[in-house]
């Protein structure tokens, strides 16, 4: 199962899908706000959203893993 890590530190502003959701290659999964600039976190490859490990405002570093596919 891939895991989609943040690419950036900061705040998660929204997240874009649910678990059970199919999701495309370049889907957006979820939007980092970072230095008032909103950066999106997207699919790395087609699949299914397994786990969501970020809720909305919660703060997060380069690396943490946000969404994890099967």
């Not at 943040?6 to 970072?34: M, N, P, R, Y």
């Not at 490990?53 to 380069?62: G, K």
Request: charged share 30%; net charge negative.
């Amino acid at each position: 199962m891939p895991d989609v890590p943040a690419h950036i530190t900061g705040t998660v502003w929204k997240i874009e899908t649910k678990v059970g959701d199919e999701v495309k290659a370049g889907d957006v999964l979820v939007i980092i706000e970072s230095m008032k600039m909103e950066m999106p976190v997207e699919a790395p490859e087609d699949g299914r959203v397994a786990e969501i490990r970020c809720r909305e405002t919660q703060p997060v570093s380069e690396g943490d893993v946000l969404v994890v596919l099967k």
